[in-house]
C-alpha cells in the first residue's frame, strides 16, 4: 500500500509540473536580493548622529549600513515626499522630492541603506536622512529633500514586501506629548505606532479630516484627557471623509516639530480601527422628534431634527394645553420655538420646545416673530434631551451658531464690500471642492489682491471648487444689486466660471438660481482686464441667499485661470436718474436725428441731445438694447442722446449733489451705425461759484456694437456736500458729422 501510494502521488506531480510548463510565457518572479547587511541599528544610528536644534546637517564617513522595512505610504495623499522606515529598535524617516514613492518601496518592503557619505539631520524638529540644503533665515544647514534617484544609489531592496514585519509600537498619548528631551526624541520619532482606545475630538459624523482650504490638524484623546495632533492634508484622497465617532485605536507615524510638539500622520483611514461609529444624535443621523421625547431625562445630548410649528404663547411658564402655544407665525414672542414631526401637528404633547437664547445667533435667525417664513420648514438643534417649560424639550442650547441648521437661511448683511485683499479666504466666505482636488485661494498681483482658481497642478480631474459669499439679506437691504469683477489668464475655453443664488451655503443641498452676469474672456494664451460684471438686480428675490461661484474643469492639458475680485452687495439705496430723464420733453421721445435741449423735473440739463426710450423692437426713437429701468420694475428706460459733432457736442450736467458719492453706475450704447464710443463724465464741486474739477472718469470703448447696451461701475469716494456730475462726448473720430453719438440711462449713484 505505501508503495502504490508513493506511485500516485509521483504521478500527481508530473502532471502539476506539466501543467505549470504550459504556462511558458509568464516570466520567473524576480525576488530582489541586497548585496550588503545591516552592521548598525536604526536605534544606534540615530543617537550616534544626533544633536539638539532644531536644524542640523551631518554626513556619514563610516562604512554604515542600516536597515529597515517600509512603514509608511503616500498612496493616499496623506504623506507628502517622505518614506518612512522602521527596524525592532526605532524608525527613522528620509526626506525624497517625488510623488507615489509607494510604486517603488511598498509597505513592508525591506531596505538595506548605505550610509557612507549620505546625510543625516533634521528639518524643523524632524530627524530625517536628507540632503542638505541652507535655511537663510536662520543662517543654519538643515536636512532638504534629495531627489529619489540620490536615493535609490544608496538603497538596496530585500526580498518581497513582508506585511507581518510591520508590527506598531503600543504607545500611549503621555508617553511622548509633554516630552521633548532627546531620549523620548529618539525613540519615538519616525516610529510606526498604534494608541489604544481615543476618540477624535469633536467627531459628530459631519466634521472631515481636513478642511478644503488647507491641512488641518485634528486631535485624538484618551480616557484621561491627553490630546495628540493628527495632521491631516488637504489633499490626502480621505480628505472630505468624516471623522470616525465613539472610540477605536489610532496607529500611524509619530513625528516632531520645530516648537516641540508631537503628531501623527495617517497612512489612511484603514488606520483608524475599531470604532464603533454609532452616529445616532449626530448631524447626519440626528434623533426625531418621537425618539428626543422618549429619550427625555436620559442624560442624552445630541441633534434633534424636526419641523418649526410655533412658539409659546406670552406669559405661559408651563406648557400645559395646545392653547398655551401660537401655532400661526408671526409669533408674539421671539425667545422659543415648538418643534414637531410634521409641519401639520398641532398637539403639543407630540412637540418639543427649546429656547433662543437672548442675544444669540440662534434668536437673531430662528425667531418666527421675525421670520414668520419659517412657519412649517425644517429644523435641526442641538443640546440635552430634558423638560423644558414642563413639556418635551431640548436644553443647553448655548444659541451658538454651531447648535442650530435651518433648511432655509434669514438674516444675513444687508451691505458687504469685499476687496479679497489678505493671505486667507474672509470671514464668512466658504470653500467647497465637490470635485477633485483643487480649489479656490488668495493671491495678489502688482499690489492687488483678488480670490482666484485653476486647474493647474491638480491630480484629480474632474474637478468642482465652489466659493460662496456670507448670507446676503436681500430682504432688508437697501439697494438689492449685486456687482464683481471677473479677470482669466491663460484662456483655453474649457474651464467655465458660473454664479448662482443659493438658498443655503452647502452646495449638496442647496436650491439653485442661476445669474447672467458679464464674466472676463480672453483669446487663448493671453489674459484680460478685470471686467465688470455690471450691476446684477436682485429685487425680485426676497429673503436671504449666498452666491455661489462654481468652477468647473475637466481634464486637459491647459488650464484658465480665473480670478474674482471686488464683490459688492446691497448698501444704501441708490440716488438714480430712473425716473427723471422721463420727464424731459414732457416725456415724449425726439427724433433720432433731432438735437435740442432738455431739462428734467429734477434739474438735470441736456444740451444737443435727444431723448431715447427703450422698447420691444427698433423703431426710433424706440431702441430695444436701452432695455428697462434698473429699478426691478418692468418699465422701459429712457436715455439721454448726446450728439458727437466738434461742432456741436452735446452735454448732460447735473443737479447740485449733497451726501457725496461713494459709487456711480450707469448704461451706455450706440445706438446707429457708429461702434466707437468714447466720452468723460466730470465731477465738479459745486459750493462757490466757479466749480472746481475733482475727478474725471473716461470711458472709451472701441468695440462697441451697435444696438448692444453695455454697464459701467466705478467706486469714486467723494464726500463732498455739493457735487455736479458733467457728461460729454470725445468725439473720437473728430468728425463734423454726428458718427460719435451716443446714449446714457440708468444714471445711479451710492452715497457716502
Same mark, same amino acid.
Given at each position: 500500500m505505501k508503495r502504490f501510494n508513493l506511485f500516485i502521488n509521483a504521478l500527481l506531480l508530473m502532471i502539476v509540473a506539466v501543467g505549470c510548463n504550459e504556462d511558458f510565457d509568464t516570466p520567473p518572479m524576480v525576488v530582489p536580493h541586497a548585496q550588503h547587511q545591516a552592521n548598525m541599528t536604526i536605534a544606534d544610528f540615530k543617537a550616534k548622529y544626533w544633536q539638539d536644534g532644531r536644524n542640523f546637517i551631518d554626513t556619514c564617513?563610516?562604512?554604515?549600513?542600516?536597515?529597515?522595512?517600509?512603514?509608511?505610504?503616500?498612496?493616499?495623499?496623506?504623506?507628502?515626499?517622505?518614506?518612512?522606515?522602521?527596524?525592532?529598535?526605532?524608525?527613522?524617516?528620509?526626506?525624497?522630492?517625488?510623488?507615489?514613492?509607494?510604486?517603488?518601496?511598498?509597505?513592508g518592503q525591506e531596505i538595506v541603506i548605505s550610509m557612507k557619505d549620505f546625510w543625516i539631520g533634521?528639518?524643523?524638529? %524632524?530627524?530625517?536622512?536628507? *540632503?542638505?540644503?541652507?535655511?537663510?533665515?536662520?543662517? =543654519?544647514?538643515?536636512?532638504?529633500?534629495?531627489?529619489?534617484?540620490?536615493?535609490?544609489?544608496?538603497? %538596496?531592496?530585500?526580498?518581497? /514586501? &513582508?506585511?507581518?514585519?510591520?508590527?506598531?509600537?503600543?504607545?500611549?498619548?503621555?508617553?511622548?506629548?509633554?516630552?521633548?528631551?532627546?531620549?523620548?526624541?529618539?525613540?519615538?520619532?519616525?516610529?510606526?505606532?498604534?494608541?489604544?482606545?481615543?476618540?477624535?475630538?469633536?467627531?459628530?459624523?459631519?466634521?472631515?479630516?481636513?478642511?478644503?482650504?488647507?491641512? #488641518? #490638524?485634528?486631535?485624538?484623546?484618551?480616557e484621561e484627557g491627553n490630546v495628540l495632533g493628527v495632521n491631516n492634508s488637504n489633499y490626502a484622497n480621505f480628505r472630505g471623509d468624516p471623522l470616525p465617532v465613539g472610540k477605536g485605536d489610532v496607529q500611524g507615524i509619530l513625528y516632531m516639530t520645530g516648537s516641540d510638539k508631537w503628531g501623527l500622520y495617517l497612512r489612511d483611514t484603514n488606520?483608524?480601527?475599531?470604532?464603533?461609529?454609532?452616529?445616532? !444624535?449626530?448631524? #447626519?443621523?440626528?434623533?426625531?422628534?418621537?425618539? &428626543? @421625547? %422618549?429619550?427625555?431625562?436620559?442624560?442624552?445630548? !445630541?441633534?434633534?431634527?424636526?419641523?418649526? =410649528?410655533? &412658539?409659546?404663547? /406670552?406669559?405661559?411658564?408651563?406648557?400645559?394645553?395646545?392653547?398655551d402655544i401660537e401655532w400661526e407665525a408671526p409669533t408674539t414672542l421671539d425667545n422659543t420655538l415648538v418643534i414637531a414631526p410634521s409641519a401639520?401637528?398641532?398637539?403639543?404633547?407630540?412637540?418639543?420646545?427649546?429656547?433662543?437664547?437672548?442675544?444669540?445667533?440662534?434668536?437673531?435667525?430662528?425667531?418666527?416673530?421675525?421670520?414668520?417664513?419659517?412657519?412649517?420648514?425644517? @429644523?435641526?438643534?442641538?443640546?440635552?434631551?430634558?423638560?423644558?417649560?414642563?413639556?418635551?424639550?431640548?436644553?443647553?442650547?448655548?444659541?451658538?451658531?454651531?447648535?442650530?441648521?435651518?433648511?432655509?437661511?434669514?438674516? $444675513?448683511?444687508? %451691505?458687504?464690500?469685499?476687496?479679497?485683499?489678505?493671505?486667507?479666504?474672509?470671514?464668512?466666505?466658504?470653500?467647497?471642492?465637490?470635485?477633485?482636488?483643487?480649489?479656490?485661494?488668495?493671491?495678489?498681483?502688482?499690489?492687488n489682491g483678488y480670490i482666484a482658481v485653476t486647474g493647474y497642478k491638480g491630480t484629480q480631474p474632474p474637478f468642482e471648487a465652489w466659493l460662496i459669499s456670507p448670507a446676503l439679506d436681500i430682504k432688508n437691504a437697501g439697494r438689492k444689486e449685486l456687482s464683481f469683477q471677473t479677470k482669466v489668464r491663460y484662456y483655453r475655453g474649457t474651464d467655465n466660471v458660473e454664479v448662482f443664488l443659493m438658498s443655503t451655503n452647502d452646495p449638496a443641498t442647496a436650491e439653485f438660481i442661476k445669474l447672467n452676469p458679464t464674466l472676463a474672456s480672453a483669446a487663448e494664451g493671453g489674459q484680460s482686464d478685470f471686467i465688470s460684471s455690471g450691476v446684477i438686480d436682485l429685487s425680485q428675490f426676497e429673503g436671504t441667499y449666498c452666491v455661489g461661484f462654481r468652477y468647473t474643469s475637466e481634464q486637459q492639458a491647459n488650464y484658465t485661470t480665473w480670478q474674482l475680485d471686488n464683490f459688492k452687495f446691497g448698501g444704501k439705496a441708490l440716488l438714480q436718474t430712473i425716473d427723471d430723464f422721463e420727464t424731459m420733453n414732457g416725456g415724449t421721445p425726439t427724433s433720432q436725428t433731432s438735437f435740442g435741449d432738455l431739462i428734467s423735473n429734477k434739474?438735470?440739463?441736456?444740451?444737443?441731445? $435727444?431723448?431715447?426710450?427703450?422698447?420691444?423692437? +427698433?423703431?426710433?426713437?424706440?431702441?430695444?438694447?436701452? !432695455? *428697462?429701468?434698473?429699478?426691478?420694475? +418692468?418699465?422701459? &428706460?429712457?436715455?439721454?442722446?448726446?450728439?458727437?459733432?466738434?461742432?456741436?457736442?452735446?452735454?448732460?450736467?447735473?443737479?447740485?449733489?449733497? !451726501?457725496? @458719492?461713494?459709487?456711480?453706475?450707469?448704461?451706455?450704447?450706440?445706438?446707429?451705425?457708429?461702434?466707437?464710443?468714447?466720452?468723460?463724465m466730470n465731477f465738479y464741486s459745486n459750493s462757490s461759484a466757479n466749480p472746481v474739477l475733482v475727478k474725471t472718469i473716461t470711458i472709451t470703448n472701441t468695440n462697441a456694437v451697435k444696438g448692444t447696451p453695455y454697464n459701467y461701475m466705478e467706486e469714486v469716494n467723494l464726500n463732498m456736500p455739493d457735487l455736479m456730475i458733467e457728461v460729454k462726448p470725445l468725439s473720437p473720430s473728430q468728425s463734423t458729422s454726428n458718427k460719435d453719438r451716443f446714449a446714457i440711462w440708468n444714471i445711479m449713484w451710492e452715497p457716502m
Open positions: 564617513k563610516e562604512d554604515t549600513y542600516i536597515h529597515g522595512w517600509v512603514t509608511s505610504s503616500d498612496e493616499e495623499g496623506n504623506i507628502y515626499k517622505h518614506l518612512y522606515i522602521q527596524d525592532e529598535t526605532g524608525g527613522l524617516g528620509i526626506s525624497i522630492d517625488a510623488n507615489s514613492i509607494y510604486n517603488s518601496y511598498r509597505v533634521k528639518y524643523n524638529g %524632524e530627524y530625517l536622512i536628507g *540632503k542638505p540644503e541652507w535655511y537663510a533665515a536662520q543662517s =543654519v544647514w538643515e536636512a532638504g529633500r534629495m531627489t529619489l534617484d540620490q536615493f535609490k544609489e544608496h538603497a %538596496e531592496l530585500e526580498g518581497l /514586501p &513582508a506585511l507581518e514585519k510591520i508590527k506598531p509600537v503600543e504607545v500611549n498619548i503621555s508617553d511622548v506629548v509633554g516630552h521633548s528631551d532627546a531620549e523620548i526624541q529618539l525613540k519615538y520619532q519616525g516610529q510606526f505606532v498604534i494608541i489604544r482606545d481615543v476618540e477624535w475630538e469633536g467627531a459628530d459624523g459631519e466634521m472631515t479630516y481636513s478642511e478644503s482650504g488647507s491641512s #488641518t #490638524t485634528r486631535n485624538i484623546k484618551d488606520d483608524c480601527i475599531g470604532f464603533d461609529n454609532d452616529t445616532k !444624535g449626530y448631524i #447626519t443621523d440626528p434623533w426625531t422628534v418621537p425618539e &428626543a @421625547i %422618549e429619550l427625555q431625562n436620559s442624560g442624552k445630548r !445630541g441633534w434633534v431634527t424636526g419641523y418649526i =410649528v410655533g &412658539a409659546v404663547a /406670552p406669559g405661559v411658564t408651563q406648557v400645559a394645553s395646545n392653547s401639520d401637528v398641532r398637539d403639543y404633547s407630540k412637540c418639543i420646545a427649546v429656547a433662543l437664547p437672548q442675544g444669540s445667533s440662534f434668536r437673531r435667525d430662528a425667531s418666527l416673530r421675525d421670520f414668520p417664513e419659517l412657519l412649517g420648514t425644517q @429644523i435641526w438643534v442641538k443640546g440635552t434631551l430634558a423638560t423644558f417649560m414642563d413639556m418635551a424639550g431640548i436644553t443647553d442650547n448655548t444659541g451658538s451658531i454651531d447648535e442650530y441648521k435651518l433648511s432655509m437661511m434669514t438674516g $444675513g448683511v444687508t %451691505e458687504l464690500d469685499e476687496p479679497f485683499n489678505g493671505t486667507s479666504v474672509p470671514e464668512g466666505w466658504k470653500l467647497v471642492k465637490t470635485k477633485g482636488d483643487k480649489d479656490w485661494y488668495m493671491d495678489s498681483f502688482d499690489d434739474g438735470w440739463k441736456a444740451t444737443n441731445a $435727444g431723448l431715447l426710450v427703450g422698447g420691444n423692437s +427698433d423703431a426710433p426713437p424706440t431702441y430695444a438694447m436701452i !432695455g *428697462k429701468k434698473a429699478d426691478g420694475s +418692468d418699465s422701459w &428706460a429712457y436715455a439721454v442722446h448726446l450728439n458727437g459733432k466738434t461742432t456741436a457736442p452735446g452735454r448732460l450736467i447735473s443737479p447740485s449733489i449733497n !451726501g457725496g @458719492i461713494k459709487t456711480i453706475s450707469f448704461s451706455y450704447g450706440c445706438v446707429l451705425t457708429e461702434s466707437n464710443v468714447s466720452f468723460v
